[in-house]
């Protein structure tokens, strides 16, 4: 059912993606990736910065993927992000986020929803086709940072599923075509690993050369 139906208003038909985002209850949040989250106090705040794959800190691991030490990010494969990593502040304390695979956009995601960073989120996360899907229907784009905020852990349960991206064995990574020019591939996860999760993929497009989120999605 959807929001609109629950409202008791006619809903409104959706191609090819569903803003009606809803979290399904859980117990406790997962621990994602083996990422403590940020602990708040009375006067201090810990932001996170990075993330650690499962066995990703092992002798001779060599995902290709990002590995978090002391709140930096290392690269097994060079090419994968540009010098400094994927996530770099500079001098003015401005952040830039690249994106060079799947799992780059899940680390950024599993970030900026996790420090509440709407912002940054709305303009170098989520994919500009959204925002405007967002404003044609006379949505702030901030709402879809709220949206996803409250599925948190749905969005933590797939992750968990695929904690490589598409370099997780098994993993679904496949093209879906092109939306407004620019590259749509689907990331995501199938059989009985995602039986019970509320969303199984994430549908991610390249823009200017970083793959920014499309939206999420049950196959």
């Not at 602990?39 to 590995?67: F, H, K, Y």
């Not at 970030?111 to 044609?136: H, K, M, P, Y």
């Not at 749509?184 to 793959?211: F, P, Q």
Request: hydrophobic content about 35%.
């Amino acid at each position: 059912m959807t929001t609109d139906q629950r409202n008791g208003a006619t809903p409104r038909s959706i191609q090819p993606y569903s803003l009606d985002v809803r979290p399904q209850s859980a117990p406790c949040p997962p621990l994602v990736f083996g990422i403590l989250l940020a602990l708040l106090s009375a006067c201090t705040e810990e932001r996170i910065v990075g993330w650690n794959p499962p066995l990703g800190s092992l002798p001779g691991a060599t995902s290709g993927m990002p590995v978090t030490h002391e709140g930096r990010f290392n690269f097994a494969d060079p090419r994968a992000a540009p010098e400094g990593g994927i996530r770099q502040v500079d001098e003015n304390g401005d952040i830039t986020l690249y994106a060079r695979s799947g799992r780059h956009l899940m680390s950024h995601i599993y970030i900026t929803l996790a420090n509440g960073e709407r912002d940054l989120f709305v303009d170098q996360v989520l994919s500009s086709v959204t925002r405007e899907e967002f404003v044609a229907r006379g949505l702030d784009p901030t709402e879809a940072f709220d949206r996803l905020k409250a599925s948190e852990p749905d969005i933590h349960a797939l992750f968990d599923a695929m904690p490589n991206g598409e370099y997780t064995p098994g993993a679904i990574w496949k093209p879906m075509g092109h939306v407004q020019g620019d590259r749509l591939y689907r990331l995501g996860v199938a059989g009985l690993i995602a039986r019970d999760l509320r969303y199984t993929h994430l549908d991610v497009v390249m823009e200017r050369g970083s793959w920014r989120l499309r939206w999420f999605g049950r196959s």
